[in-house]
């Protein structure tokens, strides 16, 4: 019994040291496997000082210079019979735009113009007969004469507002007409705008621009124009002639004004792609695939120093389909950047470079 015992515990023994040997040598597995873990491979680029170019793309609309636009209006009260024209007609000068009849105190006022005009011709002529007969005074003559001349006046620029002619009011220049501002059967009060014209000569385009983006937008500056609502139309090059200094509160862009050649038949209103090139002279770049978006909404590379990766924050200039411009205190030309696998790293972790 007693040697039935000392084989039971010799027994336990053994499967206790076999037990312990195995969970040592599991343990000694993992720690060979841990040692072995591989070590990324990642490929790098020299951070370069150079030029990087950047074509700046912007939206627009063709528009009147401010302050350019020509209303068309009359001195006295009218009626308007017929229009003539449409918004975005080109007319030339001397063109029918509005057919008109005098309202019924407008005749009442050209009317009176005329009687007075035709009262002071006939006072004149007797004055004048009166003077030659030395019945009349040089005093009265020239009081005649004064009366008849703002008679005179006064009808002449009824009859050059259209009062008294072929009710037809003409345009005085050639242009795009911008806004008809009146109906068919409208009063329109004296000094009311009837038409608005603008001048083929001072059309140009507005843009709206990114704030970030204002150093590529100078005055004259070159800007190519594209029209949007003709893919036949060619493209226009014009310069930039203001750079406002205000943030649109609707658009939440800046507006910029480009000057457009003679003779460039654009739409007025019509909307436009404008493309501008931005330069940067002598600054860091980057090849694309090696700034990376983090959490924080900003911008990271990595670099390698003694076979360990180096995060670093930087910001975003120019930038093209090849290169980017950054910007960072800690960066320097020649620098080896991760362009090849740096998704995966982190600051500090080892990694061998890809020959």
Known sequence: MKNKQIIIGSLAIVLIIAGLAWVAQRLGVGREEKKAEPVPEVQ???VKRKTVTEKVIVYGSVVAQPGKTHSVSIAFETRVHHILVAPGQFVRENDPLVEIELSPGAQVQFQQAKNAAEAARKELKQTQERFN?????????SAAEKTARDAEAQLSALQRAGAGGDNRIHSDMAGVIAKVNVQDGQIVAPGGSLVEIVAES?????????????SAAQEGTPVVIIPLNDPTAPKVEGRIRLVTRRIDPTTRLVDVYVALPE???????????????????????????????????????????????????VKIGAENSNEIQ???????????????????LEDGMAVEIKK
């Open 202 to 214: 001072e059309i140009e385009v507005k843009l709206g621009l990114e704030a970030e983006d204002l």
């Open 326 to 344: 950054v910007i960072a205190d800690d960066l320097h030309e020649g620098d080896p950047v991760v362009t090849v696998g740096n998704y995966e």
């Open 44 to 46: 790098v680029a020299k």
């Open 133 to 141: 007969l030395k019945l009349a005074t040089n005093q009265d003559l």
């Open 263 to 313: 003779a460039t038949k654009l739409l007025l209103d019509g909307y436009v792609r404008g493309e501008i090139q931005r330069t940067e002279e002598n600054t860091l770049a980057v090849p694309r695939s090696a700034v990376l978006p983090n959490e924080s909404r900003e911008f990271e590379v990595f670099t390698v120093t003694d076979n360990h990766a180096v995060r670093h924050t």
